[in-house]
């Protein structure tokens, strides 16, 4: 038996309509308690010494850094008379900015934020130029936080200037012309700003040269629609500002005001039932992409003197696939998700069709988005066995070209990939993507991973990730569900796994761990589920409603207090996805029903768990995972262990450097064959 570390338990109780439920852990809610920190520094003692005990653990670590060890270079873009990448050299903790004004190979180093902190944990998170490409703003975030900052460089010289917009949160950078950008963010929370609920988002416009105190208030101020979160940006042709306002991550209200008229802003959407944004202004028309009365997703045209949603006109009508739009050298591209995998159609802004666009293979792709005036655009390509390659695409003829290879050392000849369908307890067919080695037998002797996310209508395309594929070297299978509560298939699937249809996102992941059962890639005994954020809460509700099914659960900054996650940071905006214990007593009752936190039953076996967390995490707060590893060890019946894994100046995930990655990854992959009982195939190790 594992001695874990002493967790206090106290008298608080909360009452909820008419039940009074005990919350024995909220003490550890407190992230600057000292209390709180000599408890994670406990945890970690004894997870790290079980971790160092593992023989192949270094072995694993070693893998993985060859597996990464390569040159990953982002598709150029021009800026002024500059062109510009992102490049990393194989191990840097962070990819770094280069630019050259003639050919590639002379490129230089314009931004390195590996320079910026000694781990590299302090991370760049976008970068936007000026309308005629003279500044650039960019904003950091150190040790994964979602605050930013928002620094401003002459684009020429390479020179800072004195503007720093300082606690920035949620936000964009968009710039007006070359006067200032504008960017979004809330009133400073009062105590801890990692895990204090922020409440209204608010829109500013910062004009060059001037302080943050002076910036303009836009929009969320006194007489303004409130709003959650609030998104600022203006068309190509600097005519129009575009302004977004919603209470949850789906449904949004639209408005747009004419900048070059000044003009009031006008509403263009009668309330927050649908998804809608302006993706440009041409020939006099306001070109939007909408789900309103399309769950499969539209794009539409109106004329900028009524822009209100029922003038709205089909440009490019709904099909019976997801859509995704980008935009680039005067063309839309339209990108349809076809049982998860990608098709691409380019259209002219008058949705006249000009042709299908010819992939190089079955999988997923992303690019094609560049300013009007560009003529060469750019996309990459990938799946499960396949590195990413980047591609140069000629709007004009539609001929695509290979621009650059991946340099991974990983021979993909030996990995397979398959997609399969079945069946989940309510007869719902669902996709699931399995990975392995060529050539294995199916008798039900393989360590698996199952990875699932379900939620926020996010959809799980195939992409190449090499700690994945030296997952599957070392004789692992990994397979992907595409739950419902994604958006693989569009609205209606999303909203099939929200709420009080939440159960149906778990029922399908369990119904794919018994798939791969009963089609003998794997048994119980070496079957392990991972899954992060949104997925963390799929994991610890599956492990705590069918725990004899899964060897390992590796829940990762995962929402597991389900009664409480709407208190912490913005996670009132989740609300769409999960209802609240606040909203009624049918929903706080069914919430209660699956909240991992309360579902941990005394003297029950629970799987070997992992569970994963970071604490500059200000996305889920670390208190979810502190809150469930407190259950399970205090209720554990069985002699698996039962373990937490607290990285230190990390955040939600964004921006972790490549050292602290491979870190991670290592230890799961360590306890996951340590727990199955598997020695990893020695040769790949």
Excluded at 266 to 294: M, P, Q, R, W
Excluded at 452 to 466: C, D, V, W
Excluded at 579 to 599: C, D, I, K, R
Aim: charged residues 20%.
């Amino acid at each position: 038996m594992f001695r874990y570390p002493s967790t206090r338990q106290d008298e608080t109780v909360d009452t909820y309509f008419s039940s009074v439920v005990a919350d024995p852990y909220r003490w550890i809610e407190n992230d600057l308690s000292e209390e709180t920190a000599a408890w994670v520094d406990a945890q970690n003692d004894v997870t790290f010494g079980y971790l160092r005990a593992i023989p192949f653990r270094d072995a694993i670590r070693a893998r993985l850094e060859t597996a990464n060890n390569y040159v990953k270079e982002s598709p150029p873009f021009t800026r002024g008379e500059y062109t510009y990448f992102y490049r990393n050299d194989g191990l840097q903790d962070q990819a770094v900015v280069f630019r050259t004004k003639d050919v590639m190979e002379n490129a230089g180093v314009f931004l390195d934020p590996n320079s910026w902190s000694e781990e590299g944990t302090t991370s760049l998170d976008q970068m936007r130029f000026s309308a005629d490409d003279t500044f650039i703003a960019y904003s950091t975030s150190e040790g994964g936080s979602d605050w930013r900052t928002i620094c401003v460089m002459d684009a020429v010289s390479g020179v800072l200037l004195s503007d720093k917009i300082e606690n920035v949160k949620f936000s964009g950078i968009e710039w007006r012309g070359s006067e200032g950008f504008y960017y979004s963010t809330y009133d400073k929370p009062e105590g801890s700003e990692l895990s204090a609920r922020t409440e209204l988002h608010k829109l500013y416009f910062h004009r060059l040269g001037t302080s943050q105190a002076d910036d303009e208030l836009v929009f969320g101020g006194e007489g303004d629609p409130q709003y959650r979160y609030v998104g600022g940006y203006t068309t190509e042709d600097d005519r129009f500002l575009v302004i977004t306002g919603a209470n949850a991550t789906s449904g949004n209200m639209l408005y747009v005001q004419d900048l070059d008229k000044g003009t009031d802003r006008v509403c263009l959407t009668e309330d927050e039932s649908a998804d809608s944004d302006v993706f440009e202004h041409h020939d006099g028309k306001l070109i939007i992409y909408t789900n309103l009365d399309a769950p499969m997703g539209r794009m539409v045209a109106v004329d900028t003197a009524s822009p209100h949603q029922k003038n709205w006109t089909d440009l490019i009508p709904e099909t019976s696939h997801e859509l995704s739009v980008n935009k680039g050298a005067g063309y839309l591209f339209a990108s349809y998700l076809v049982d998860v995998q990608t098709q691409v159609k380019q259209y002219q802004f008058d949705g006249a069709f000009v042709r299908d666009v010819s992939l190089p293979g079955v999988g997923s792709v992303s690019g094609f988005g560049a300013r009007a005036k560009d003529k060469t655009l750019y996309f990459t390509f990938t799946n499960y066995t396949t590195a990413s390659d980047t591609y140069r695409f000629d709007p004009q003829t539609g001929e695509a070209t290979l621009y650059r290879r991946s340099a991974c050392a990983i021979d993909s000849t030996q990995l397979e990939s398959k997609q399969v369908f079945y069946t989940s307890k309510d007869g719902t067919k669902v996709p699931m993507m399995i990975c392995y080695r060529k050539g294995i037998a199916l008798d039900g002797s393989h360590p698996t991973l199952l990875y699932g996310y379900g939620g926020f209508n996010i959809s799980l395309e195939p992409s190449f990730n090499p700690n994945v594929a030296s997952w599957i070297e070392m004789g692992g299978v990994y397979a992907v569900a595409n739950l419902r509560g994604g958006g693989e298939y569009g609205k209606a699937w999303h909203d099939a796994g929200t709420q009080q249809q939440k159960q149906n996102v778990f029922d399908d992941f369990i119904a794919a761990a018994e798939y791969l059962i009963d089609e003998k890639y794997t048994c119980s005994e070496k079957l392990g589920i991972r899954g992060g954020s949104n997925g963390g809460l799929l994991v610890g509700a599956c492990m705590t409603q069918r725990p004899e099914l899964f060897k390992v659960a590796l829940p990762a900054v995962g929402v597991l207090d389900m009664l409480r996650y709407h208190t912490f940071t913005s996670g009132e905006g989740w609300a769409y996805d999960y209802g609240t214990s606040a909203q009624s007593e049918a929903m706080f009752n069914y919430l209660l029903g699956y909240s991992p936190v309360h579902n941990v039953k005394a003297g029950v076996t629970y799987p070997s768990t992992l569970v994963t967390t970071a604490d500059h995490d200000d996305r889920v707060v670390p208190a979810h995972s502190y809150k469930f590893i407190a259950e399970l060890q205090a209720k554990h019946g069985g002699d698996n262990p039962v373990l937490i894994r607290i990285d230190v100046n990390a955040g939600h995930g964004a921006g972790m450097p490549t050292h602290k990655v491979m870190d991670l990854n290592a230890d799961v992959y360590a306890f996951c064959f340590d727990q199955m009982g598997v020695i990893p195939i020695e040769n790949q190790c």
